[in-house]
């Protein structure tokens, strides 16, 4: 992050906002484990409801559906009303959508539960993301952009975990994972409620719940690559919390839900690891490093998934998670250059928007053609997309420092 301007760190330069730092960062982690905390139990539902891979398929998209919907009605909202009314309003859509989950024995309190944290996710996203970027100590410079690129992939990663570990061992099996999560939440929502405010509210609440969705001119040639980026590695997420569980089961011989959250943390954690790496490089360097390697794991993820060999599908997917964590932060930071304080929430409404309409229209349309190619064809399929992509931003990614010249 050495080329992102001061000003986005200069809220935080007195150390007064820290608290507000590790409270937003803590806060968009725990929003997140309770958003991974519902993949592990995907194979429950399928063997103990008869829930379909087109079913599970539906609650991804539900999720995704209602978080792109918060994106475009609230994504500013936390410009007017401030950031910690936002979050903790945020939080509490997720605390309602765990409490809605304790109960699933059909696919539309699955969905309806679904619906309620995307919400949630879709506000938090925002206001959270914008709250850490206000609140960041100005040194190290690139940890803005990594804690908010990459607290969501970290928050994800552990919810799956601790949701496959609380299901294989613990009691309650369909239930403890949410009642932790929602004791998170609502921790969460107590340091948010007792951090100091970074955004000053203003009139225009209402005003800005008209969708509308805005792009800083220096930032426009910049977003095709970005959205490339975006779009192959969150059409990946989706497709592993959709797909990945009967996979897992189905074409790698095991039911355990510990090894399923694994496997999902495996593409999640590694994105963590990967994003300070891209720090070393320019913008469009790393975005392009980032893209090869997730499209050398997404070639070791088709063939494991081919010969049926779990250590090879985890190793590779490993691999393509690093390479996400590089290129999403680095398109983030890109993003982000030079941004004004008041740019901030649009850039990642923008941002978000673009993220979650590659998890939904991929799924939404991947769940329809499950009932007609097997789960390896469909995986082709998002293999020949990281492929795409891959090409897209080794050829046209380019540097934030030279599109601002161009502008100017």
Do not use: K
């Not at 997404?298 to 390479?323: Q, Y």
């Amino acid at each position: 992050m050495q080329n992102v301007t001061p000003a986005i760190n200069r809220a935080g330069r007195g150390g007064t906002f820290r608290p507000a730092f590790l409270s937003a960062v803590t806060s968009l982690a725990a929003a997140f484990v309770a958003v991974g905390s519902t993949i592990p139990l995907f194979n429950i539902y399928r063997a103990e409801e008869g829930f379909s891979n087109a079913d599970i398929s539906m609650t991804v998209v539900a999720y995704s559906a209602a978080t792109l919907t918060t994106l475009l009605v609230m994504g500013r909202l936390s410009n007017y009303l401030g950031r910690r009314p936002t979050s903790i309003a945020s939080l509490g859509l997720l605390v309602l959508g765990c409490l809605l989950l304790l109960n699933v024995h059909d696919i539309g309190t699955l969905i309806a539960g679904r619906l309620l944290m995307g919400l949630g996710a879709g506000l938090a996203s925002t206001s959270l993301t914008s709250y850490i970027v206000d609140a960041a100590p100005a040194r190290p410079a690139w940890l803005a952009s990594v804690a908010s690129s990459q607290t969501v992939m970290f928050g994800l990663a552990v919810g799956a975990i601790a949701s496959g570990a609380l299901v294989q061992f613990g009691p309650w099996p369909r239930e403890l994972i949410y009642l932790v999560a929602a004791g998170l939440l609502l921790l969460s929502a107590v340091l948010i409620a007792i951090s100091p405010e970074t955004e000053t509210p203003s009139p225009g609440a209402w005003r800005s719940l008209r969708p509308h969705v805005r792009v800083p001119a220096r930032a426009r040639r910049l977003l095709p690559v970005a959205a490339a980026v975006f779009l192959a590695t969150w059409a990946t997420g989706a497709f592993y919390q959709a797909f990945v569980p009967a996979l897992v089961e189905d074409q790698l011989h095991t039911r355990s839900p510990l090894v399923l959250g694994l496997v999902f943390a495996a593409y999640m954690a590694p994105s963590a690891l990967g994003a300070p790496l891209e720090g070393r490089f320019r913008s469009a360097a790393a975005q392009r490093i980032g893209m090869i390697i997730f499209l050398a794991g997404w070639i070791g993820i088709i063939t494991a998934i081919a010969t049926g060999t779990l250590a090879l599908f985890v190793a590779a997917t490993v691999v393509a998670g690093g390479g996400q964590g590089i290129g999403l932060s680095a398109a983030t930071r890109g993003l982000l250059y030079g941004s004004a304080l008041a740019d901030r929430a649009p850039i990642f409404s923008v941002v978000y928007l673009i993220c979650y309409s590659a998890a939904t229209f991929p799924s939404l349309i991947s769940g329809r053609l499950s009932n007609t190619f097997s789960l390896p064809q469909i995986a082709l399929g998002y293999g020949a997309l990281a492929l795409l992509a891959a090409l897209f931003t080794v050829v046209a990614a380019r540097d934030p420092r030279a599109e601002t010249t161009a502008g100017r």
